[in-house]
Structures are given as structure tokens and as C-alpha cells.
């Protein structure tokens, strides 16, 4: 049970990576090459698609990081990174819930004036550059913790 919850923890968070990773690469570019209004109307048909694949990759991510953790907390050196893991992976809880769920809201909503659409994009890009980062530390503290 432990080796599959280690799997699921390890290979969760890289998934998480390279989907927001392949989000940030490939719609963050198509979405800066496209005028602000142009932008929002994709987002506005579109936006509910990039939402769909996080919690195919967060639910087994989840999963394992916590299985992971209550299976090797009587290790002490595994569960420091384990709980890295999971530090990771909730701030990139916090800020999908505090600055990506209201911003892709309101580019869906074409709220956001179109003087002020590419520097917040800018931000959303860079944010979610973070995110990928955490996405990929998480997955790193997996595998140290698994070494040890």
C-alpha cells in the first residue's frame, strides 16, 4: 500500500506540474499573442476547459501525499519531506482558490477592462509560474522522502 501511495504522491505532483506547465507554455502564449478583447472571448468560451484537468491530476496527488505521510510518519527524516510535499501542493491550493478562480472568472465574465487585460495576464502567467515550481518541489520532497 505504501509503494502506492508514494507512486501516486511522486507522479501526482509531476502531473500537476506538466499540466499547469503545459497550460502556462502553450494557452499562456496562444492567449499573449492574441488582442485583449480576442483574448477574453476565448476565455469566455473556453476558460471552463483549463479548469477541468486540475482535479484529474490534484485528486491522486491528494491521495498519495497524505497516504504517503500517515504510512511514513514514524519515520522522522520521510516525514519532513512529506510534509513539504504537502506545503507545496496546499499553497498551490491557496492561490488557485485566492487569485486563479476569481481571475479566470473574470476574464470569463470580460470584466476585466481591456486597457488592463495584458498586464493582469502577466500577473496570471507569473502566478502560475509559481504554482508549476511548487508543483515540481512537491514532487522532488517525494522523492527525497522515499530515498531516505
Known sequence: MRLLFNILAISGSAMFAGVMLAIGVTLGGYWKSLPASD????FSLNGRFVARAIPLVLAPTLIGLIGSLCLGWSEG????????????????????IAWFVPSNAQFAAKSVPLDQVSARLDTWLLIHNVRIALAIVASMFGILAVAR
Do not use: S
Not at 527524516?77 to 488557485?96: K, P, S
Open 39 to 42: 483574448f477574453l472571448d476565448w
Open 77 to 96: 527524516g520521510a516525514r519532513v519531506f512529506w510534509l513539504g510535499a504537502i506545503a507545496c501542493v496546499a499553497a498551490i491550493l491557496v492561490l488557485t
